[in-house]
């Protein structure tokens, strides 16, 4: 693959802080070894919480089920992210369920553990508290844009963002990413329905932006997708 090529290609995440960094060294230290199949629950909502995770590789996604029994997906997570830190933190049950979306490699630290590290180690809870209020951000803007925008739009934006942070590689195809996502799981995201989804899939399939295969969505280009996305993107 030449140099613009790789260029081309979305970023999983950000480069870290240093911050983030001792915060991640802390918990590898204090954690083991953990590994998730595709398909694996990292933990239930409504569980009680005896732990935390440091994921290392691989994607999550976080969902909630309402009472009626539609079920959003909030947020997904990948390497050098935390899941289950709130509900170590209030001592309260498990507030979403977390399901892998590829296998996953983590580090699972005790909540007792966890709290002690933050509590002995001052730069470890600043690292935390900006890492939680960068997510409250963005699920506020989240929220914001989605509120004014149509179900197509919400599908787009939920797709770049997806391709832009956990785009994975398709052999063959140097400038495709290939996002891991089901149709239900697309809509839970985009806070619309399935068919919603699949409508707007054809439409931008027609448009030679991307192709779907089962329970995955390849993009074939991103900045088609990008344009589509940047009018309605925070």
């Known amino acids: 693959m030449d140099n613009q090529q790789q260029d081309d290609r979305p970023r999983r995440s950000g480069k870290p802080s240093e911050l983030d960094q001792v915060l991640f ?18 933990f239930h909502q409504g569980a009680h919480s005896d732990h935390v995770l440091l994921i290392e590789e691989g994607l999550a996604k976080v969902t909630s089920m309402s009472m009626s029994g539609y079920v959003s997906v909030l947020a997904f997570r990948g ?6 830190e709130f509900a170590a933190i209030d001592g309260k049950p498990r507030a979403a369920t977390c399901t892998a979306v590829e296998p996953l490699v983590t580090t699972v630290v ?15 809870a600043l690292a935390l508290l900006r890492r939680t209020v960068s997510r409250i951000r ?6 914001s ?12 934006l939920v797709l770049d963002s997806r391709a832009r942070h956990h785009g994975r590689p398709v052999p063959g195809e140097p ?22 989804v699949i409508r707007t899939l054809r439409t931008l399939q027609a448009e030679k932006i991307l192709y779907t295969r089962r329970e995955c969505v390849v993009v074939t280009d991103l900045p088609a997708l990008a344009a589509r996305a940047a009018p309605h993107r925070f």
Do not use: Q
């Not at 844009?145 to 787009?156: I, L, N, P």
């Open 175 to 196: 400038k495709a990413v290939a996002v891991m996502a089901s149709h239900r799981e697309i809509a839970g995201a985009a806070g619309t329905s399935r068919d919603s």
């Open 79 to 84: 390497p050098g992210e935390l899941v289950g």
């Open 145 to 156: 844009e989605f509120g004014g925008c149509s179900a197509t739009d919400r599908v787009v």
């Open 25 to 42: 060294r802390e918990l590898l230290r204090e954690g083991r070894k953990r590994t998730y199949a595709r398909g694996a629950v990292l």
């Open 138 to 143: 963005e699920a506020d803007n989240w929220r």
């Open 110 to 124: 005790t909540a007792r553990r966890f709290l002690s590290s933050l509590a002995s180690r001052p730069e470890l």
